[in-house]
């Protein structure tokens, strides 16, 4: 198996995200990209926290399963909103976390980049055909804002995914 790429898209709607996912669940049906797990997040403008949801259908040995989208979204959404105690028990998660480019960087850009009115696809991904991955998501107004690809790849999968 490829090396698995986790990635985080922004939408600026609240919808965008979840209709991306079926976007990305046609491509991995016709095998332009293998998809071990997704999940979403959707940020109603008139709600104080997001809406999570792990894509159910994924499995195999690369899913990452609930636990990990659970503890990864409280990480990023709701512990700011529980106080430094709890905030403090997440510590040596966090650092098993910084392995993978899950560190303070990844939780700070996210939480800036993902708020109220907006929306984000966070997908494991590998095997990726790019130029039809960019096919697919055209007029999807999708921003890559992490990727724990090399700096070469990301910026090769920036370039991609910015031509109009």
Do not use: Y
Request: hydrophobic share 45%; no cysteine.
């Amino acid at each position: 198996m490829a090396q698995a790429t986790l990635s985080v898209w922004k939408f600026e709607s609240p919808t965008a995200a979840d209709e991306a996912e079926s976007v990305v669940q046609q491509l991995a049906r016709e095998g332009v990209v293998t998809l071990h797990d997704a999940a979403t997040v959707s940020w109603p403008a008139d709600r104080k926290k997001p809406k999570t949801r792990q894509l159910t259908s994924t499995t195999g040995a690369a899913a990452l399963g609930g636990t990990f989208w659970g503890m990864l979204f409280g990480l990023l959404f709701f512990v700011p909103l529980l106080g430094a105690a709890v905030g403090a028990a997440t510590g040596a998660l966090t650092g098993a976390l910084s392995d993978v480019g899950i560190d303070d960087g990844f939780i700070n850009k996210i939480r800036d980049q993902v708020t109220p009115g907006t929306s984000a696809l966070f997908l494991m991904t590998s095997d990726a055909v790019l130029d039809k991955a960019r096919d697919a998501f055209a007029g999807q107004h999708a921003e890559l804002i992490f990727t724990n690809l090399s700096t070469e790849q990301e910026s090769a999968l920036r370039e991609v995914f910015t031509e109009e």
